[in-house]
Each structure stands twice: as structure tokens, then as C-alpha cells.
């Protein structure tokens, strides 16, 4: 039997799917170990099981790092090793149609968005501020614990706009509900913005493990990257079932277009400059806690010259 690695995807979205095409896609099990997926407990606690060896790979973001760093955690931190997304990955879906879209046009009308994380609408603010708007000429209707409620709320009625990621935007519009008018990764533009954990118990323990997890991981993002959608989706649209082929298609066509997923796994000082930038405006951290602190490049590097 081979060797159970446990990897714990950030929330059920397209917007991962390097994670989960890793296991789907059949590029872990070349490696020799099985990959099961699943969600986990949110917030530090799953921090705390990449520690207890529990989970094996984590996808979260530079910013589970600095709430570990600011609540002064005892435990080591788990160190980030890979990027999974380049850029945000929520879009905007309106119920009006607007021959030119702006992000004005947000001003002064009501968001639906979700609370499960400050960080997809910390973007969205920092985007809102560069592009000359007030956010807090929004009204935020920002109480949804999820992207479903969140979606369920718009469709019965709530809100002008949406703030969601994918499939759900491109499921609306396959509803008739909503037009999706924007997407914030694509105006704001680069940043590491989701990514892949581990702890270092785990990279020098079980070393092997490790380096197998991400030459499979590098490998996916290579094939996503030279691949067409509708390939792509066939591989993870099982993990989707409530949502229609031609919505799991159109969202890994979105994130495509928009550069979220480039084949180097790598996470660029410049883009997690930008997250260390995007918590400090919000107030949401103290310290800019250094890139060094917090990422760990040298299980991709060992990788990339094949070590």
C-alpha cells in the first residue's frame, strides 16, 4: 500500500485546483503515495496539525503565518514552501449589466461578501483605495460565514454586488441571477496571495515524502499551465458536484487568463512584500514580519535542479 499524505485544501473552490489536480490529476500517485483531500479545521488549528504531522500539506495564505506571529504562538511555525495562487481570486457579479464596468461603481451600493477570512476584502479595499475609491462608501453586507451563504444570499435578493470567488460567480450567471462585471486578482495584479504549507518536522523527517509532494505539485502546475480548460476541469469537477460543467470550464478559464496559476512554484519576495503591505493598511498586524520569517524556498529549489 502506499503511503497516505493528508493535504487539507484552504476552502472548496476552483481557485485551488493545483492542490487538488495534484491528487485528482494522478500526479501524486506517480510519485508513489496516495493523496487524500479534505477540508480541516480553520484557522491556527491547522496550523497546529501540520506540528502534530495530523495533516501533511496545508493550503493557506502568507497571512495564517502572521497571525501565528502576532498572537505569539509557542509551537514552531510551519513554514510556507510553494505558491498556489499569483493573484486574488474573487470576482465581482452584479445584477445590473454595465456596458463599462468601474470600481466607482461600487460606491455608494451594497457588497455581499464573507467574513470566514479579513483577507479577501482587505484585497479588495487595498484595490478600491489605489483605484480612488472610499470602501467605506460600501455598505458591506459581509456576515456570511461562506461562499455558499454568500451566493444564496444574493440570489434571494440581497445585495448589488457579489464579492466571490469561483465557481460560484460563473454558477450564478449559468442561474441567470448575476453578470460577473470584474475580477479583483486581475486589476490589482500580482501578489502571493494563497499557498502551500508544511511543517518542518515533516520536510526533515519524512524528507522523502516531502520532496515527492512537491515534485508532484510542480509537475500539475507545468500541465495546467500547457493545458486547455476543459481538461483541466475534467479532473476535478467530481469535487464539485453541485455545480455545472460549464461553470467548473469558464472558472479554470477565468483564473487562467488572469496569471493566477504560473508553472514556477515559487513564492517572490515582491509578492508576499504585497500581502505584509495589504495587512499593515488594514491594520489586521504590527509587524511586517520579514519573508524570510515565514517562507521556506528550498524544498521547491531542491526540486527545480533536481536534487
Keep these: 500500500m502506499p503511503e497516505t499524505l493528508r493535504i487539507v485544501e484552504n476552502l472548496p473552490s476552483i481557485f485551488y485546483t493545483p492542490i487538488l489536480a495534484t491528487v485528482t490529476a494522478g500526479f501524486l500517485e506517480a510519485e508513489g503515495y496516495e493523496g487524500v483531500l479534505g477540508a480541516h ?30 498572537k505569539g504562538e509557542s509551537d514552531p511555525l510551519p513554514v510556507h514552501v510553494a505558491i498556489c495562487n499569483h493573484c486574488d481570486g474573487f470576482f465581482i457579479v452584479s445584477r445590473e ?5 468601474s470600481w466607482a461603481d461600487l460606491a455608494g451600493r451594497s457588497v455581499v461578501s464573507c467574513n470566514f477570512s479579513p483577507q479577501p476584502k482587505a484585497s479588495l479595499r487595498m484595490l478600491l483605495r489605489r483605484e480612488g475609491v472610499n470602501p467605506n462608501d460600501i455598505d458591506w453586507l459581509d456576515d456570511k460565514a461562506t ?33 460577473v462585471v470584474a475580477s479583483v486578482g486581475k486589476s490589482l495584479g500580482p501578489m502571493a496571495f494563497s499557498t502551500l504549507a508544511m511543517s518542518r518536522n515533516f520536510i526533515n523527517w519524512q524528507s522523502g515524502a516531502a520532496h ?17 480548460a476543459e481538461n483541466i476541469a475534467c479532473k476535478v469537477e467530481h469535487l464539485f458536484p453541485q455545480f455545472s460543467h460549464r461553470a467548473i470550464v469558464k472558472s479554470v478559464e477565468a483564473y487562467k487568463n488572469i496569471g493566477a496559476w504560473q508553472p514556477d512554484p515559487r513564492i517572490s519576495e515582491p509578492g508576499y512584500e504585497r500581502m505584509v503591505e495589504m495587512w499593515m493598511a488594514e491594520g489586521l498586524m504590527k509587524n511586517p514580519h520579514p519573508y524570510n520569517r515565514v517562507v521556506y524556498q528550498e524544498l521547491a529549489e531542491d526540486v527545480l535542479q533536481g536534487v
Design 212 to 228: 515527492a509532494f512537491m515534485r508532484a505539485y510542480i509537475k500539475c502546475r507545468h500541465w495546467m499551465h500547457f493545458n486547455s
Design 97 to 101: 449589466t454595465f456596458p463599462v464596468f
Design 147 to 179: 461562499m455558499t451563504e454568500a451566493m444564496e444570499a444574493f440570489k434571494q435578493g440581497q445585495g448589488d454586488f457579489l464579492h466571490i470567488q469561483q465557481p460560484y460567480a460563473f454558477q450564478l450567471v449559468e442561474d441567470g441571477v448575476g453578470t
Design 41 to 70: 479545521a480553520k484557522g491556527l488549528n491547522n496550523l497546529h496539525a501540520l506540528n502534530s504531522g495530523e495533516i501533511h500539506v496545508l493550503g493557506t495564505a502568507p497571512s495564517s503565518a502572521f497571525a501565528w506571529l502576532e
